[in-house]
């Protein structure tokens, strides 16, 4: 597909968006509009701005058929830059989506909205003071968005509201990574080594970790924060040994103050890394929610996608967690891993439904660039987009039978169908640290390798980022200079 811009260069808009109705197009931008260079599949993207109204023109041509989609919209003098900007961006994919929609058979139910975080979208029209007609309408007319989104979005928008309406302006949360897992899934992109390779790595790894947390512990002090919310993830973290665990812990417990925090969540993600010592451990510490991920519960595709457990380690575990007085209990499963039918995927929800949870976590399959998936994609069936979108419609329905809400949803690249990530709860067991990370009201100070620390500075509205580096060995042999680049942190609220 060659794509020719006239009266703009908002790129990158327009590919994210010819990817949603063309995902096999290679896509070239060309720099004229000539006509015999102009191939079997050519698109044109015009914009003007012409006495208060834009105007954005998309004409597809292919194979000789002409297809436009037209955008006019006014706007207010006293617009400001970022928002006429953005209005400028949403009218030109707006109106690349009217012209695809008559060329592609692509069901999009996101219509143009391809960020990772729309509920940021409705957060600002709430604080417009729009009612929900007006962002309905919003949704639908500038953005495309179909009504079975629009009601899931304004659900999460308004639950994940509820969470961050009560925090302390000066909480922040913490992440700590533990990089190490039984075997890598087949569509894993994380930092994680299988720990029968990285086995020598793993007891210094967390004398590293524990540095970086003395460390930081003492920035939190000499910055005031309260921290609100722990999370352990990675990795699994329940790989480490029951010795190791309680290093970890009564480390993060003495030197973090814990009487403020109100959420304290261990990923044992792979239920066969769990037994009844570690959880012992991890109850010993105030850990107040677990996540133990099945993904799937069809043994056949477990084996697919590098899984050593079986569906019965699931269940053997979860009631082990129960019976030692884990209350708050999320899985998190997969919809659309390779070979599943929404059969095999209905199962898995009615499985793990019968554990009854506090949270069940539903992520769309997702092709990552550095997964094994990616790599040896030719050797798997990929699940049709439609087939994906049943999987969905019936986890909304599924989850409402079963009084969970949804309370928190993001989009990733490459996700199959375009579709959405989302986090269901019981009513009162959402997850603050989820919100929070995915909203960006909050700084999340991250530990260990691979991870990201996020500075949100709520006076001037920015946001920035301090970067570990994401090889195990690397972070061991490096950490006194993963210890100095949190020193930015000072400056950076000045
Ligand atoms: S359990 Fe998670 S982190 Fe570990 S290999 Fe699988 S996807 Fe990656």
Redesign the pocket.
């Known amino acids: 597909m060659k794509i020719f811009l006239q009266g703009h260069q908002h790129q990158y808009e327009i590919e994210r968006i010819a990817h949603v109705f063309f995902p096999n197009e290679s896509i070239e931008f060309v720099e004229k509009d000539d006509e015999g260079q102009r191939g079997d599949f050519f698109v044109e993207s015009q914009f003007k701005d012409m006495n208060g109204s834009i105007y954005a023109l998309t004409k597809i041509i292919k194979n000789g058929n002409i297809k436009e989609g037209l955008v006019v919209q006014k706007y207010n003098s006293s617009i400001i830059s970022y928002q006429y900007t953005s209005l400028c961006k949403s009218m030109i994919k707006l109106s690349f989506y009217r012209a695809a929609k008559q060329v592609s058979q692509v069901d999009v139910p996101w219509g143009t909205l391809t960020g990772i975080r729309p509920t940021k979208i409705i957060h600002n029209l709430i604080e417009e003071r729009k009612s929900d007609i007006d962002i309905k309408y919003i949704l639908s007319e500038q953005y495309a968005v179909s009504d079975e989104k629009i009601q899931l979005i304004l659900e999460v928008a308004y639950n994940e509201l509820k969470v961050l309406k009560q925090s302390r302006p000066n909480s922040i949360g913490l992440y700590i990574g533990i990089p190490f ?1 039984p ?3 087949l ?2 992109s ?1 930092v ?1 080594n299988a720990v029968h390779k990285a086995q020598k790595f793993v007891e210094p790894y967390v004398e590293a970790l524990i540095r970086e947390i003395l460390y930081t512990r003492r920035i939190i002090d000499n910055m005031g924060w309260i921290v609100e919310s722990i999370y352990i993830g ?3 973290p329940t790989v480490l040994s029951s010795k190791l665990l309680e290093r970890l812990l009564y480390t993060l417990c003495t030197q973090i103050n814990v009487e403020t925090v109100k959420e304290f969540t261990i990923e044992a ?2 239920p066969d890394t769990i037994d009844k010592e570690k959880l012992n451990t991890i109850k010993k510490y105030a850990v107040s929610r677990l996540s133990i991920n099945p993904q799937t519960m069809n043994q056949s595709t477990l084996k697919t996608i590098g899984r050593c457990h079986t569906p019965e380690d699931v269940v053997s575990s979860f009631q082990l967690a129960r019976d030692l007085g884990f209350d708050n209990i999320n899985m998190d499963v997969i919809a659309g891993l390779p070979d599943e039918t929404v059969e095999m995927y209905q199962n898995t929800l009615k499985e793990i439904q019968k554990l009854d949870p506090e949270n069940i976590t539903v992520h769309t399959m997702s092709i990552k660039r550095a997964s094994k998936l990616h790599e040896k994609i030719n050797e798997y069936s990929i699940t049709q987009a439609h087939i994906v979108q049943d999987m969905l419609k019936f986890t909304q329905q599924f989850m409402k039978d079963n009084d969970r809400y949804p309370y928190y949803l993001y989009r990733q690249k490459n996700i199959l169908g375009n579709l959405e990530n989302v986090g269901y709860c019981k009513q009162d067991f959402e997850c603050i640290y989820n919100v929070q990370i995915m909203e960006e009201r909050q700084s999340i100070i991250a530990m260990g390798c691979g991870a990201v620390t996020k500075l949100v500075n709520a006076t001037n509205n920015r946001i920035d980022r301090i970067f570990n580096v994401k090889e195990v060995e690397e972070y061991i042999n490096r950490i006194d200079e993963m210890l100095h680049r949190k020193d930015k942190i000072y400056q950076y609220f000045i």
Do not use: A, K, L
């Open positions: 897992c075997t890598r899934c569509y894993c994380f994680s990675g990795g699994t993600g792979r």
